[in-house]
């Protein structure tokens, strides 16, 4: 067992140092989206790049003179933690063992070239800037999935990269179900006499920031361990528990756009701020996967920053900072024009009704396009077919169309349903949530946010990778992922809004 013993122990050191190399991979990400002049772009692209590689090289080592064979092989005898670990090491090495350094090299340079031909075609609303460099990135994003290897569709193995053991055809199955719902329900909201006006007024950028660091230090955001920022794209990167990076963007005539993002991106923040220390450096003290980690900034900005009580608490205080704007807005009229369901073009701008429809899109267009049952060509096309059959509008141009997202010029496909399942999950667990803290919505209401946090805590952070996000849920709720909270809860909020009983 000694020995045992030190191959687990050179195991761990070896996955340091992939942590080691991923954080730094994380700053200068930060850095270049927050911080870096742009001329500087091709220069970054290239530490990336090398970074990217030398992660690749790093997880071969892992299994160097079978270590990760040798261990696998006794793997009950260690305790669950390691357990955890050294599946999780086999399933990066399995992932990488077969796929060609040159290969990963090719995809790290396309993509980062890739993404300014997006920005470009996007700006220029010319698809066919776009279109030859994203062939190309199909085909070597299919070239891997054959390295990575698949039972059945190469999408599986993309799809394996953001949401472990979760397959194309159960997800299918899922997004049907999701279709079946949402399509009627918006159709009845659409219907409904309720009409609501949006929230307009000029809302200072200073007194915005001003109020988004209260919100999200509330909420729980520990700011002496991390930082918010604003940059193009809000997103969430943790450096390690105790440094968290966090973006919103601001918008005078937009007050929601940075109040929404600011609490999402907290919701992410405070899931790494809250992963367990003793574990840093090894995959047990990782958080578990995209749509778990989706489920949590969702938590947070969907179920409780979209919430009655939530407002009531908050909405004084914002009034207070934007008298003039929202002097003849009651609570109950503010909370109704945060959740105006609107069918609208961009995805990152969607109502909670109509979201995992943009997401629905994206994935069976993703994955015939992965399996060539269609090709880069087609895609505009069936963009406006299915967005006009999915949420009744016609597309106008590309840019806000097909063009609106940069998963794919990143070679990022199979990530999209990640969006998707974080709202079923989130839907799922604050069911849970509810019934274990019975008086939540009275917490809320006096902003005492603390039991929430310590639920999710408890519940969710301290388990790092110790399950795989089914084991996860399963264990949280009693129950397999199940659309029926989500559509519970989507049936119980947007009836009462848009009165849809009556
Ligand atoms: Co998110």
Excluded at 230 to 244: E, L, M, R, Y
Aim: charged share 25%.
């Amino acid at each position: 067992m000694e020995k045992t013993g030190q191959r687990l122990k050179l195991l761990k050191e070896k996955y340091a140092e992939l942590t080691i190399i991923s954080s730094t991979l994380s700053v200068l990400n930060w850095d270049e989206q927050v911080m870096m002049p742009h001329k500087s772009a091709s220069y970054r692209a290239k530490m990336i790049g090398y970074l990217s590689g030398l992660i690749h090289r790093k997880i071969l080592e892992l299994n160097e003179k079978n270590l990760l064979e040798s261990l696998n092989a006794l793997l009950d005898k260690f305790n669950a933690d390691d357990q955890a670990n050294i599946k999780e090491c086999n399933r990066l090495y399995q992932r990488t063992k077969n796929v060609p350094q040159e290969l990963v090299e090719k995809i790290s340079e396309i993509t980062s070239e890739a993404h300014m031909v997006w920005m470009k075609a996007r700006e220029e609303n010319d698809y066919s800037l776009f279109e030859p460099i994203l062939e190309r990135i199909v085909d070597l994003k299919i070239e891997e999935a054959n390295y990575i290897g698949y039972k059945k569709s190469p999408y599986d193995a993309m799809l394996d990269d953001f949401e472990r053991d979760i397959t194309s055809d159960e997800l299918t199955v899922i997004f049907n179900k999701l279709k079946d719902f949402l399509i009627p329900f918006l159709a009845k909201i659409k219907n409904s006499q309720v009409k609501i006006n949006r929230l307009e007024g000029n809302f200072s950028i200073s007194k915005q920031q001003l109020f988004n660091r209260m919100l999200a230090e509330k909420i729980g955001f520990d700011f002496k361990a991390g930082r918010l920022d604003s940059s193009a794209h809000p997103f969430t990167d943790g450096f390690n528990p105790k440094d968290v990076r966090i973006t919103t963007r601001y918008d005078r005539n937009d007050l929601f756009q940075s109040v929404m993002s600011t609490i999402h991106e907290t919701g992410h923040a405070l899931y790494e701020q809250g992963l367990p220390e003793k574990f840093y450096g090894t995959p047990r003290g990782e958080a578990v996967s995209f749509g778990i980690h989706e489920s949590q900034s969702l938590m947070w900005e969907k179920r409780i920053g979209r919430s009655l009580p939530f407002w009531q608490h908050f909405y004084p205080i914002l009034q207070k900072n934007f008298p003039k704007a929202l002097q003849d807005i009651s609570p109950e009229e503010f909370y109704n024009k945060v959740n105006i369901v609107e069918p609208s073009l961009i995805r990152t701008d969607a109502d909670e009704v109509t979201y995992c429809l943009h997401i629905i899109l994206r994935f069976e267009l993703e994955k015939d396009l992965i399996e060539q049952k269609i090709r880069v060509c087609d895609l505009p096309r069936l963009w406006n077919e299915k967005f006009e059959k999915y949420l009744g509008i016609m597309v106008p141009n590309d840019t806000q169309g097909v063009l609106q997202d940069i998963h794919w010029s990143s070679g990022g496909f199979g990530y999209f349903p990640s969006y998707a399942l974080g709202n079923l999950y989130s839907a799922q667990i604050s069911n849970s949530l509810r019934k274990d803290i019975s008086n939540i919505d009275d917490l809320i209401k006096s902003g005492n946010l603390a039991p929430i946090l310590g639920w999710l805590k408890e519940n969710i952070f301290q388990y790092g990778k110790l399950y795989t996000p089914k084991v996860l849920l399963k264990k949280v709720t009693g129950s397999e992922l199940d659309p029926g909270f989500f559509f519970d809860y989507l049936t119980e909020k947007y009836s009462a809004i848009y009165k849809l009983n009556a």
